[in-house]
């Protein structure tokens, strides 16, 4: 997947290694460790959509005027964390609540009700590390929101949404729109159905 979204081959290894770095880090806590052993336990999917956005994420903010080691390490930690609070991997396959709706029948009210707060509870769990870096809380928070406002769980707009969250946010839909895609994923059919889309901090990132 990496390999389709155009990136140089630089930019790729410098992402995998801030990633490695980052999951060093995260290990070196034996709660943080515990919680990314326990990911990958638990079905597989939510653990290689973490890993795939923290690489996305990285390699996205290499070439936007926030790029920088620092960055890459918050948005790595970010994606680690941003679904630490679901416990179904199917829900970590949705990407909006117009997603959820469509397939609203295959869920139950509570997993519903856990959807909606996942940004919200996964934020809760960056706040009990003193390790977490700054920043990454609110990234966590508002991954799911959108420009429009349509986001969840506080209907932010562009203006209104983090600059690093952008990153990911685009980072996410990114994802999504390849898997959706499958083999006839191309870039420029993702950038122009999301350039008109996108505003504020978001049309520095495409």
Known sequence: ??????????????????????????????????????????????????????????????RTPWAGEYTAYKLSFAAFMHDMALKNQELAKLDSLADLERRRKEFTDKDVQDFKLHPVRAAELCRQFKEVPFDVETIVMQ???????????RGLKAHKINPL?????????????????????????????????????FQQIL
């Open 1 to 62: 997947l990496i390999s389709h979204i155009g990136v140089t081959p630089e930019i790729q290894k410098v992402a995998q290694l801030q990633v490695q770095a980052t999951i060093k880090s995260m290990k070196s806590n034996w709660k943080l460790s515990r919680l990314m052993d326990q990911l990958k336990e638990e079905g597989g999917f939510i653990a290689y959509h973490s890993l795939l956005l923290a690489y996305i994420s990285c390699m996205i903010a290499a």
């Open 165 to 201: 969250s952008a990153v990911m946010i685009v980072g996410h839909e990114l994802i999504y729109f390849m898997r959706n895609a499958g083999k006839s994923f191309r870039m420029e059919d993702f950038i122009a159905c999301m350039q008109h889309y996108y505003t504020g901090d």
């Open 143 to 153: 991954h799911h929101e959108r420009p429009d406002g349509a986001g969840f769980p």
